[in-house]
């Protein structure tokens, strides 16, 4: 089993048109989840970090929320211009994106 520094979890949950709570895959998330897999295996870090899809991580308002473990850094909002900065500033650097982070967790 490989050891991973952070694992970040991207929701891709998806509601059926019209719901009021919306979902994140209307918002984009399955192309921001594949851009974090594409930034991770371009730089040489797939074995240390990891993306993968989550089911509603019950943050709808914020889509896409995504979430790093094991700090518990919850973000919202990402789209796939930010996953290179995250990439870089936090699951490489250990520093959080302040600006994308979801305070009231």
């Known amino acids: ?17 019209g ?3 919306g979902c994140c895959a209307d ?3 399955v192309a921001v989840r594949e851009a974090f897999k594409r930034e991770l295996y371009e730089r040489g870090l797939k074995g240390t970090l990891r993306a993968n899809s989550a089911g509603c991580l ?3 308002a914020y889509g896409v929320t995504c979430v790093v473990y094991p700090e518990q850094v919850w ?3 990402v ?5 290179p900065e995250i990439v870089e500033s ?5 520093k959080p994106v302040d600006r994308l ?3 009231d967790k």
Do not use: A
Request: proline share 10%; with cysteine.
């Open 90 to 94: 936090h699951l490489i650097g250990g």
């Open 75 to 77: 973000y919202g909002g």
């Open 101 to 103: 982070l979801i305070k």
């Open 1 to 17: 089993m490989p050891h991973l520094d952070r694992h970040i979890f991207v929701c891709t949950n998806q509601r059926p048109p």
């Open 27 to 29: 918002k984009g998330s």
């Open 19 to 21: 719901h009021p709570k």
């Open 58 to 60: 019950d943050q709808c």
């Open 79 to 83: 789209t796939v211009n930010d996953v």
